[in-house]
């Protein structure tokens, strides 16, 4: 298992009073330092990372550190200990730390944060230990000790960055290429006003230093603020160690191989959870939360928690499962387990059938040399034969089995099985969709497939160069961090600091994130306009109803009674759906009682009374639920029982019905239901709506109005559909 490195800085910042002097209308350069400083900070503190960070300001107005005598090392101060970033260094960075009115050598300082490192980290294990140092190189500098310190910082294996607001050219000293290249593409990009004599001898300094450290890179490790601000705007990802998972690759009885996975693939989720604590106190202990269960009765009968079991909605049944039940109903298995039920094709899995939300490198058991060969023959023949394992696996004997397949993944460095689960028979989804190639509307031209040829062409994310040899990816997802995770902290660490404040804006690099690379956008703008071209766009305007004859030439005259126009569906011959279904539905069931219902009262020697008994029980059933989408399906059942009753003259059932409902909602408290009855402005039929009724507009509308109970308090409805899954897994 790999142990997770550990790191101790020391962030070391000239508060000078140089650093405090600006141009009109731009930032200071101790500004922009501190900036530099809170980026770092805030990436380690949501990357939850292990590294202790301490602070050495130079330049402060009074001393505090173990090496000042007399006037050695004065003007610097040690502002905090190594410790773990949080929200009091960031607030000491934005709020404490201020400009100083003295200047300090940022040697003296160097050698300051020497001593806090060595003496502050002994005893402890730290895989490295480094000094990030902010300055304008204005202070005055002795070079007396600098071999000293060059001797030091190598013996002690202490490294060391500079950050500047400004760059520093090495084109005419030599030096790295690539240092060079990078510094010729950002000196413009700074505000160039000439450099003082002093700055130009630290800057030399600081070359001699860096360039002795380390000859081949040390002048990479000069910083300018604004890189340093690009580099440092995303928040670091939280780092995860690799917990490895040994088990047994059995194939058969017989053969069985030493293994040991690792997650390669998995769905980040963010670990800080929401809680609730006091507005005013924000103390989560200031606020409890007390849950009681009780009856849905008038008085709210409270019940005992060990008077209460869990149960399984079954259609509109309950059926009770108790804890014990629950226990004795999960899959059983001796162990964990990597077991291969046998072998098929590689082209036979299909790329979406991946599923699942991990992916697992499996690898020989370290140390083990009769597993690693065995392994290291499966992994190949797989890889020659080109065909894959289907595996049975179990993280542990608490956890549901998965069937899953491994692929062979052979790289120069290293080998592997790659496991990813795939679909049972209820995880997939069927979809039947008619073919283009049938209908000639939808083949296109030969000149309509070359231009999306050319679209396709132009937005290829792989540059290539000229000799055809190199590539360069211009879109990496594996390099893009989450949006929601970016948004996420900078939005807390902006709460942190300033409750009572909006929100701000979205950072401009996070909108740019997933947008399309700028040399694709350019190179597929005349792609796309022939695209536009050759697949035009044409508004559809309202279809015009078709006039028939008897619409042309029917009797305009008032005396006799217009002629209704049959209905297509009662015509003979006429196609319908429908009527296609008729003969297939005998009662009125649960999934769509309403269409059911429609069939069957139109059905010859139909029993109206009793096909609405059918669905009367059913909407009841709908009422017991006590469930939004349940009370939805109520309400349109009702409406087509209306509208039916009223077609076939047997308003007085319906009213009737509607009468007895009211009771019922009114008995069983279910105000919620009838609100969206009178949403819907469903109320009894009116004899200004059919001739067999006998109520009035103004009954039907007060026979909406509920009754009024003082002091009613109505119980929450369950909003729920069914249990998802009685059976809990553990999480890997």
């Keep these: 298992m790999a142990r997770s490195s550990k790191a101790a800085i020391v962030l070391c910042l000239d508060v000078g009073f140089t650093m405090s002097n600006s141009a009109s209308g731009e930032e200071s350069s101790l500004e922009q330092a501190k900036k530099i400083m809170t980026k770092f900070v805030q990436r380690q503190v949501f990357a939850e990372s292990k590294d202790e960070v301490a602070v050495v300001l130079f330049g402060t107005d009074g001393t505090t550190n173990d090496l000042a005598r007399g006037d050695q090392y004065q003007n610097i101060t040690v502002h905090r200990s190594l410790m773990l970033p949080d929200f009091d260094l960031l607030e000491d960075i934005q709020d404490v730390i201020k400009p100083g009115s003295e200047q300090a050598d940022f040697l003296d300082a160097i050698i300051v944060c020497m001593d806090l490192l060595q003496k502050e980290t002994i005893g402890k294990k730290y895989e490295k230990r480094h000094i990030e140092l902010f300055t304008d190189l204005s202070s005055p500098v002795s070079e007396d000790q600098l071999e000293i310190i060059i001797a030091n910082l190598k013996k002690t294996g202490i490294s060391l960055q500079f950050f500047l607001p400004f ?369 035009p766009l044409k508004e559809v305007g309202k279809k015009k109803e078709e006039k028939t004859a008897q619409d042309i030439f029917k009797d305009n005259s008032e005396d006799g009674p217009n002629p209704k126009k049959p209905k297509i569906e009662d015509e003979e011959g006429s196609f319908s759906i429908i009527k296609l279904a008729e003969g297939n539905i005998t009662s009125v069931g649960s999934v769509n009682p309403a269409e059911d219902f429609r069939i069957l009262v139109r059905q010859k020697n139909a029993d109206f009374k009793d096909v609405s008994q059918q669905l009367i029980n059913r909407i009841d059933q709908f009422l017991e639920n006590k469930g939004s989408q349940y009370y939805m399906k109520g309400i349109n059942c009702i409406s087509v029982f209306r509208e039916e009753a009223m077609k076939l003259s047997k308003v007085q059932c319906f009213n009737d019905f509607l009468q007895a409902l009211k009771s019922k909602v009114e008995d069983k408290a279910l105000a919620d239901f009838w609100e969206i009855m009178i949403q819907d402005r469903i109320s009894l039929i009116t004899k200004d709506e059919a001739e067999g009724s006998s109520v009035t507009s103004e009954e039907a509308e007060k026979f909406l109005a509920p009754k009024e109970k003082k002091n009613e308090i109505l119980p929450p409805t369950d909003e729920g559909g069914d249990v998802d899954d009685l059976v809990s897994t553990i999480k890997t």
């Design 167 to 535: 760059p520093v050219d090495v084109d005419d000293r030599g030096g790295n290429t690539s240092a060079n290249v990078y510094s010729q593409m950002h000196r413009n990009s700074f505000p160039r006003k000439g450099l003082s004599e002093q700055q130009k001898k630290g800057i030399d300094v600081v070359r001699k230093l860096m360039h002795t450290l380390d000859e081949g890179g040390g002048l990479e490790e000069i910083y300018t603020f604004r890189e340093s601000l690009e580099r440092l705007s995303m928040f670091k990802k939280i780092e995860r160690r690799p917990m490895a998972w040994p088990c047994q690759l059995t194939i058969g009885s017989n053969l069985s191989i030493r293994i040991v996975a690792y997650k390669s693939v998995t769905e980040e989720k963010v670990k800080k959870i929401w809680t609730v604590v006091d507005a005013k106190t924000l103390k989560r202990d200031d606020v409890q939360k007390e849950t009681v269960y009780c009856l849905n009765d008038d008085d709210e009968t409270e019940v005992q928690k060990d008077d209460t079991i869990q149960g399984f909605r079954y259609g509109s049944d309950i059926v009770p499962f108790s804890k014990e039940d629950e226990e004795q109903m999960k899959y059983k298995t001796e162990a964990k387990c990597f077991s291969v039920l046998g072998f098929s094709r590689s082209s036979q899995i299909q790329r979406h059938y991946y599923m699942g939300n991990q992916v697992l490198k499996v690898f020989a058991a370290k140390d083990d040399e009769n597993a690693a060969v065995a392994f290291s023959a499966l992994v190949h023949a797989l890889d020659e034969l080109k065909v894959v394992a289907i595996v049975r696996y179990a993280y542990d004997r608490r956890c549901n089995p998965q069937i899953g397949v491994a692929f062979p993944y052979i790289k120069d460095a290293y080998e592997c099985l790659i496991y990813v689960q795939l679909p049972y028979m209820e995880d997939l989804r069927q979809y039947i969709f008619s073919s283009l190639k049938n209908n000639k509307k939808c083949i296109p031209t030969a000149d309509q497939l070359s231009a999306v040829d050319s679209l396709i062409d132009s937005m290829n994310l792989v540059y290539e160069d000229d000799d055809g040899e190199t590539f360069e990816d211009l879109f990496k997802p594996s390099k893009i961090p989450n949006p929601h995770f970016q948004r996420l902290y900078q939005c807390l660490q902006h709460k942190a600091f300033h409750p009572n404040e909006p929100l701000p804006p979205i950072e401009q690099h996070l909108l740019e994130m997933l947008e399309m690379p700028h040399v694709v956008k350019e190179r597929c703008q005349a792609p796309l306009e022939k695209v536009k071209a050759l697949f």
